[in-house]
């Protein structure tokens, strides 16, 4: 399933299938195009951003994003899955089972995070003409 329709001419260059953790399947697809660039003014709509080991970043107008407050959440209940995880059998079929749920559970505080940092980023591009 393709998120856009591609052109007729798009060149395909590469399709690539991948496998997590959790046994779902992931088809990359890669094309190349040429896109034209038109000129843009550009207006004060400018903040520069800084790294922040506490936190995410810090911009020059003195805010400051952090981590959202449901990883905690989310590691807390990794924590537990990873504890009943080491107490079950090797071999067996419960631990399997434990396994898939951890490895469920690591894809959905991974997809958390990229939404997360998806959604700020696009909120900052529509803000600001200049990063």
């Not at 697809?29 to 970043?57: H, M, Q």
């Not at 899955?81 to 080491?86: A, I, T, V």
């Not at 690591?106 to 990063?131: G, W």
Request: proline share 2%; glycine share 4%.
């Amino acid at each position: 399933m393709f998120n856009r329709k591609p052109n007729k001419n798009w060149i395909l260059k590469s399709a690539t299938i991948s496998q997590e953790k959790d046994n779902k399947y992931y088809v990359s697809v890669l094309f190349e195009y040429v896109e034209e660039v038109s000129n843009v003014e550009i207006t004060d709509k400018i903040i520069g951003l800084d790294y922040k080991s506490d936190g995410l970043y810090a911009d020059s107008e003195g805010k400051v994003c952090g981590s959202p407050k449901y990883y905690r959440k989310s590691h807390k209940r990794l924590a537990k899955l990873q504890r009943q995880l080491s107490k079950k059998e090797k071999g067996s079929n419960n631990r399997e089972k434990a396994r898939k749920k951890v490895a469920k559970l690591h894809r959905h505080i991974s997809n958390q995070r990229l939404d997360f940092l998806h959604k700020e980023s696009t909120r900052i591009a529509n803000l600001y003409e200049v990063v």
